[in-house]
């Protein structure tokens, strides 16, 4: 009786199925990495329009005014530690992850809810780093809308005519340049994933709409030479 012998693979069929998986893989990873970016960009939309009810829940119990920092060179990432003890205690913002887009690196290193804890001793007043620039109530914004005479200016007031066309908070999307960082760098904006530039960012208007913003579409909100702030 003969002994039956099971065929194996031959060398150009073992080529070929690890040709067609590397032909699967480089289809599916690109849809997949689009997957998630766009799965980031609408977690970021929702945490800026739970922000903007939380803005106007604050200046409904202020008289109108919006939360205004009053730290000044730029520093638009921040809040200040009595709003984040409002914020948490009256508005419960227990963990503060509304603040923070989830592309963002946290500022302690570690996770965003650690930067809800971290207070900054080296602003006045004292303050807590979070991953949206604050327009809304912003001073500083107001000073570089005349100097660069832009069409849109912060809103200080929920109720300001205009709202729908203001933005209230927006992706952090910045410039660095020497001597704020040792070479030219867009590489700390919100959405930035490789390349010269950033994907965009989202935008909170007055009137509680978020929008998605391609990065050619961006305007300079602050221009400090070496540091640069986009919208």
């Known amino acids: 009786m003969k002994q039956q012998h099971r065929k194996g693979f031959t060398l150009v069929e073992l080529l070929v199925v690890i040709g067609i998986i590397g032909l699967l893989i480089s ?17 970021c939309s929702a945490n800026l329009q739970q922000l903007g009810q939380l803005w106007h829940m604050y200046a409904n119990d202020n008289r109108g005014v919006f939360p205004a920092t009053g730290v000044r060179f730029g520093n638009w ?19 503060g992850k509304i603040f923070y887009c989830p592309t963002y690196g946290a500022f302690t290193g570690s996770l965003p809810e650690d930067d809800w804890k971290f207070t900054r001793t080296d602003t006045t007043p004292y303050t807590v780093p979070i991953s949206y620039a604050i327009y809304a109530g ?3 914004a107001l000073f570089y809308s005349k100097a660069l005479q832009l ?25 660095y340049a ?12 919100n959405h930035y994933e490789r390349g010269p530039f950033p994907a965009g960012g989202n935008a909170l208007f007055g ?25």
């Not at 530690?81 to 913002?93: A, N």
């Not at 009137?207 to 961006?218: L, T």
């Open 138 to 140: 912003n001073i500083d």
């Open 207 to 231: 009137d509680g709409h978020a929008e998605w913003r391609q990065w050619k579409q961006m305007i300079r909100v602050l221009d400090a030479g070496t540091f640069r702030r986009y919208f």
């Open 178 to 189: 020497p001597p704020w960082h040792f070479m030219q760098t867009y590489a700390y904006s």
């Open 27 to 43: 289809i599916l990873l690109p849809a997949m990495n689009r997957a998630r970016l766009q799965a980031q960009r609408i977690k």
């Open 151 to 175: 069409k849109i200016s912060p809103p200080m007031k929920s109720r300001d005519p205009r709202l729908a066309e203001r933005p209230l908070i927006m992706d952090e999307t910045d410039f």
């Open 77 to 95: 990432a921040l809040i200040t530690v009595d709003q984040r003890d409002i914020f948490r205690d009256k508005y419960k913002m227990r963990d």
